[in-house]
């Protein structure tokens, strides 16, 4: 399903872009805009925000026509010109851009225009599925005596890590889907099928060769590596702009303060018709994040929204995000302010 960008936004995103590719090779700020404008910058920069936009009067959209209308407002130092002072060409451009973007400011200032920000709902899938969470299943030497099958005690799920994030996202995604098979699987139990329908995998390379097998297939340009400065994990890389860039956790007094979390949507490199979504982190705090970033009732309307806003009709994208930990447990991340590094890629069809 995609999502459905509100008329506030259609606004914003035209007063932008008409600012930044009105006329290219002229490099236009928000700064010298407003001061034409006769208005603030900070107001033309509410006007053109597509996080939270702000509705500028009629008279403030009409000048906004009135200076793009013409090349004149920028030969020399911005201005705006006497609506008189137009050509022909000129005002008739300017009475088509006007009407435009009142049309667009007419629809944003319906009732609840701005209330909602976006039609996403993540873990909805609008087919049959099924859906397969796959989980890695921790080492021996780490596992509760529980975990063992000769315990008269024997617990299945102590075998499993980021079992917290199993059990959040488990419960929400059959919430989401009601009527659709919904599985998790260890590692080691995965069998060809379960991997056709929707796949979530969760936590990172180490103990899980199903992550690190499919993550090569997608080729994301977000990697999980050794580093020999940390011994309790793995952390991310990107390549941005030629430059490998790492994204490493925080530490104080000695305690995890902040974590690394990955939250990526690709289709099914085994089923186009199927999604992969990643759940990572460099420890289970930052799994656990990535999980609660659409999952928590406070915060996951926010951070769809941020998703819808930014990446629209990708196909793909993928967001790293801090992840905070007091007291030892991961506090859900906001992408408003907690985005380290994103990535999408539209749908070549």
Same mark, same amino acid.
């Given at each position: ?18 600012? &930044? #590719?009105? $006329? ?8 010298? %805009?407003?001061? /034409?404008?006769?208005? @603030? ?78 039609? &996403? #709902?993540? $873990? ?8 397969? %969470?796959v989980c /890695?299943?921790?080492? @021996? ?40 098979d919904v ?6 139990n995965i ?159």
């Open positions: 399903m995609q999502p459905v960008a509100p008329a506030p936004l259609e606004l914003a995103h035209r007063l932008g872009s008409l600012r &930044r #590719r009105q $006329w290219p090779d002229v490099r236009l700020t928000q700064k010298a %805009l407003a001061k /034409a404008l006769g208005v @603030a910058a900070p107001t033309v920069a509410s006007w053109e925000s597509l996080t939270n936009p702000k509705l500028p009067l009629p008279d403030h959209v009409s000048a906004y026509a009135r200076f793009f209308a013409t090349r004149r407002s920028v030969e020399q130092e911005p201005i705006l010109v006497p609506l008189d002072s137009l050509t022909p060409d000129e005002c008739a451009y300017y009475e088509q851009l006007d009407a435009e973007l009142l049309r667009l400011r007419a629809a944003a200032s319906k009732p609840s225009a701005g209330d909602v920000v976006a039609v &996403r #709902r993540s $873990w909805y899938f609008p087919d049959t599925g099924p859906a397969t %969470l /890695a299943q921790l080492p @021996a030497n780490a596992r509760s005596p529980f975990a063992k099958p000769a315990n008269a005690n024997y617990t299945e799920l102590l075998s499993y890590a980021d079992l917290d994030a199993l059990f959040e996202l488990h419960g929400h995604i059959r919430a989401e889907n009601p009527t659709m599985f998790y699987k260890a590692d080691p069998v060809p099928d379960d991997l056709s329908g929707h796949v979530i995998l969760l936590g990172g390379i180490i103990w899980n060769d199903v992550t690190k097998d499919l993550s090569d297939m997608v080729d994301l340009p977000v990697k999980q590596v050794v580093d020999s400065s940390l011994k309790s994990g793995d952390i991310f890389v990107a390549d941005i702009d030629g430059s490998e860039r790492r994204f490493l956790p925080e530490w104080k007094d000695n305690k995890l303060a902040e974590d690394v979390g990955l939250l990526a949507r690709v289709p099914n490199p085994l089923n186009s018709n199927r999604t992969l979504t990643i759940c990572n982190g460099i420890h289970s705090s930052g799994v656990l994040g990535a999980v609660r970033s659409l999952t928590d009732a406070r915060l996951r309307e926010s951070n769809e929204g941020y998703i819808a806003e930014r990446f629209r009709s990708a196909e793909s994208f993928l967001i790293l995000t801090r992840v905070k930990v007091m007291k030892g447990k991961a506090l859900t991340p906001d992408f408003k302010k907690t985005v380290l590094y994103q990535w999408s890629q539209e749908n070549p069809q």
